[in-house]
């Protein structure tokens, strides 16, 4: 039994090192005789190379065996139509993504580090702090987007402009190699983690499946599936616990025993809950059988008056990349450059042939809701015309508006609010990657707007709560949810125009002026007060 941050470290360690690597350029590795043993010494660039290289790699491409699986999901006669689109959406996405131009993303995401560093391995510096440097480099020189908010007081926060800081956690184990492991971590899985503490009963009633498939039923699709989920039940911590969980939805626990000790898998229940995940019909977002694509779940040692659970999920854009360095040089994960091989007619044809009614937005609101009034909950949808967009703080400064007694910006009754943040603008392109982010974050919002004649019309991703829903069926507007995890390929194919109309102070969260030309979409929220995502569904 191997002891540490994680009850088994040897599994970290070998999902972190079974990836085809390729070597780095350059000479930054000498070896040291001491007392009789052998040490590695690491030039401190190099960390900082690989960083930057890995944080870049990540976040225009993808690992072959992911796409494989999209392309499962296409040839799955199981699959529900939706299903298919989604994952066609996703692999013509992958293909403008390795361009390297426009991020796989929108949300560029927070980077966290996992390493085991070899305690015959020198590096004579502070590793976290390289390791941040080369993420930051590799921030500064892409078209990304900085989403990270550092405190100037209590309740005050501003853009850290750089999308820095980096979380590195890192362990010493015994060896002379550094495994290393990259998660670009987006906000819309994040907060999908969760942390229960409860009680022996849980286990000792045979309630556990049902308590663990009732936590990623009421995550929904609101973080981007087809998802991959960690379980972790017990830890001596609640720290370990979510780490756990975290590291398991990643695939890097996977070698794991598949039987009872102080950590396991257990494939048996795993593969139930994915069964469950199936039959829910929630699908890969807009109803059918991918909610998820896999399922981990670990159990481990706990202190006899605490059980933990965790839950980790990883979204349809899982940007994570290994990498490793040995006395043979500095080695990064080989990820796929050629997606496009992965598609076919078929899943060309599902974007090709997206049957849907065409919507003109740049009627006047009434005129927009009008071609609505008909569309029940579930109807795909092709917008065309303007929208703006406005997020989290875009939001609470129109609700400080309203209570001061002051009317909304024109614009902001005008147009339908798109839930979202693009990325940097690339030279050339109208925009940069761009796509929907949760909409239940807004939801408090709703009454207040819709009150002030805004919001009748908006697109995001994911359900929404009771309060907002019963605000738009009583207004009579609409919520149309869009595809999470395609920001590229939108801003390629979907996007024809952009511009900072308000708040530029803001960053990504500014308020945008977009054109759109034939974006898909679907009905979620009808003006009948139909719920797409209120029911179990298959389509």
Not at 184 to 207: D, F, I, P, V
Request: hydrophobic letters at 45%; proline letters at 5%.
């Amino acid at each position: 039994m191997t002891t540490g941050y994680l009850p088994a470290l040897s599994a970290l360690k070998k999902g972190l090192s079974k990836a085809r690597c390729v070597k780095l350029g350059g000479d930054f590795i000498s070896a040291i005789k001491a007392g009789g043993r052998t040490f590695i010494k690491i030039n401190p660039r190099a960390l900082e190379l690989l960083s930057e290289e890995a944080v870049r790699s990540a976040s225009f491409l993808f690992p072959a065996h992911y796409l494989q699986s999209l392309r499962g999901i296409i040839s799955d006669k199981a699959a529900s139509r939706n299903d298919k689109f989604t994952a066609a959406l996703l692999l013509e996405n992958a293909a403008v993504s390795a361009k390297k131009l426009l991020p796989l993303c929108q949300d560029t995401g927070t980077v966290l580090i996992y390493a085991l560093k070899g305690e015959r391995v020198l590096t004579g510096c502070d590793d976290a702090l390289y390791f941040a440097r080369g993420a930051r480099a590799a921030f500064l020189t892409g078209n990304f987007r900085n989403s990270q908010l550092v405190p100037k007081g209590l309740c005050a926060e501003d853009n850290s402009g750089v999308n820095l800081p980096v979380q590195a956690d890192i362990a010493a184990v015994p060896g002379a190699e550094y495994n290393i492991g990259f998660i670009l971590k987006g906000g819309g899985s994040a907060n999908r983690t969760e942390l229960h503490a409860k009680s022996a009963e849980l286990l000792l009633s045979g309630g556990l499946e049902d308590f663990l498939f009732s936590r990623l039923h009421a995550a929904g699709v609101s973080a981007c599936p087809p998802y991959r989920v960690g379980f972790a039940i017990g830890g001596t911590s609640p720290e370990l616990c979510v780490k756990t969980a975290a590291l398991a939805a990643a695939g890097w626990l996977d070698s794991l025993p598949q039987k009872p000790g102080a950590a396991y898998r257990d494939a048996a229940l795993e593969r139930r809950l994915l069964l469950r995940a199936q039959k829910s019909g929630f699908g890969a977002q807009f109803g059918g059988k991918y909610l998820a694509d896999s399922v981990r779940a670990v159990r481990m040692s706990r202190h006899a008056a605490s059980l933990f659970v965790a839950m980790a999920v990883s979204c349809c854009a899982p940007r994570k990349i290994s990498a490793k360095i040995n006395s043979r040089g500095v080695w990064l994960e080989q990820l796929e450059e050629n997606p496009a091989r992965f598609a076919s007619k078929t899943s060309r044809a599902e974007l090709d042939n997206f049957s849907a009614t065409h919507i003109d937005l740049s009627r006047p609101m009434s005129g927009i809701l009008q071609q609505f009034s008909g569309l029940k909950a579930g109807t795909r949808v092709l917008l065309s015309g303007p929208v703006v967009t406005a997020r989290d703080i875009a939001h609470a400064r129109f609700l400080k508006l309203l209570k001061s007694g002051k009317p909304l910006p024109d614009y902001f009754k005008r147009h339908p609010i798109w839930y979202a943040g693009p990325c940097k603008t690339p030279e050339g392109l109208p925009s940069g990657s761009c796509g929907p982010t949760t909409s239940s974050r807004m939801d408090g919002y709703m009454p207040q707007l819709l009150k002030a004649g805004a919001g009748f019309v908006t697109l995001g991703k994911g359900a929404r709560g009771a309060q907002a829903t019963e605000a738009i069926a009583k207004a009579g507007g609409v919520y149309l949810a869009a595809a999470g995890g395609a920001a590229a390929v939108c801003a390629e194919r979907f996007i024809t125009r952009a511009e900072i109309i308000d708040f530029p102070e803001l960053g990504m969260e500014a308020v945008r002026r977009l054109e759109l030309k034939n974006f898909p979409a679907f009905v979620a929220i009808d003006s009948k007060g139909g719920d797409f995502y209120g029911k179990a569904f298959i389509v």
